[in-house]
C-alpha cells in the first residue's frame, strides 16, 4: 500500500485567517462610522449669555455659502416654507447660522417659522465671548 492512499484527508479548517480579517474589518468600520454621520460644518457665533438646550425638534443649517439645510437636506426657503407648514408646530426650531452668513438671510429665516406659527425658536451659539469686538 502507498502511504499517501492510507492517509485521511484534512477536514478541519483554520479559522485563525478568518478572525483575523473579521477583527481588521471591523477597526475598519468603528474608524469610519462616526465618519458618516457628521454633520453640517458650521462656525457659530459665539454668546456670554448661551444656554444649553435640551430635547429635539427641527434642526435649519444656514451656512458660510448661504445654503439652507433642512434636518441635513438642502433646501430653498420656498421649499423649506412647504415642508414646514405640515410640522407640529409645539416642537422647538433651533436655527444654526454660521458666524460669516448674512444676518439678512438669518432674519429671513427667522421670520419664516414665526410666520408658520411656530412659538420656540432658538439660534445655536458656541460659550463664550466674541473676539472680534471692536
Same mark, same amino acid.
Given at each position: @500500500? =502507498?502511504?499517501?492512499?492510507?492517509?485521511?484527508?484534512?477536514? &478541519?479548517? =483554520?479559522?485563525?485567517?478568518?478572525? $483575523?480579517? @473579521?477583527?481588521?474589518?471591523?477597526? /475598519?468600520? @468603528?474608524?469610519?462610522?462616526?465618519?458618516?454621520?457628521?454633520?453640517?460644518?458650521?462656525?457659530?457665533?459665539?454668546?456670554? #449669555?448661551?444656554?444649553?438646550?435640551?430635547? +429635539?425638534?427641527? #434642526? !435649519?443649517?444656514?451656512?458660510?455659502?448661504?445654503? /439652507?439645510?433642512? =434636518?441635513?437636506?438642502?433646501? #430653498?426657503?420656498? $421649499?423649506?416654507?412647504?415642508?414646514?407648514?405640515? +410640522?407640529?408646530?409645539?416642537?422647538?426650531?433651533? !436655527?444654526?447660522?454660521?458666524?460669516?452668513?448674512?444676518?439678512?438671510?438669518?432674519?429671513?429665516?427667522?421670520?419664516?417659522?414665526?410666520?408658520?406659527?411656530?412659538? &420656540?425658536?432658538?439660534?445655536?451659539?458656541?460659550?463664550?465671548?466674541? $473676539?472680534?469686538?471692536?
Amino acid at each position: @500500500m =502507498n502511504a499517501s492512499a492510507t492517509r485521511a484527508p484534512l477536514a &478541519e479548517i =483554520n479559522v485563525t485567517p478568518l478572525v $483575523d480579517v @473579521m477583527l481588521v474589518l471591523l477597526i /475598519i468600520f @468603528m474608524i469610519s462610522a462616526p465618519l458618516l454621520s457628521r454633520g453640517i460644518a458650521v462656525a457659530l457665533p459665539k454668546a456670554g #449669555t448661551s444656554q444649553r438646550l435640551t430635547g +429635539s425638534g427641527l #434642526t !435649519i443649517t444656514l451656512t458660510r455659502e448661504h445654503l /439652507i439645510y433642512l =434636518n441635513q437636506e438642502v433646501v #430653498t426657503l420656498g $421649499d423649506l416654507r412647504h415642508q414646514l407648514t405640515g +410640522s407640529a408646530h409645539e416642537q422647538p426650531v433651533l !436655527i444654526q447660522a454660521d458666524s460669516d452668513a448674512y444676518v439678512s438671510r438669518l432674519v429671513q429665516l427667522w421670520d419664516l417659522c414665526r410666520d408658520l406659527g411656530f412659538q &420656540e425658536i432658538h439660534i445655536a451659539t458656541r460659550a463664550g465671548v466674541d $473676539d472680534r469686538s471692536s
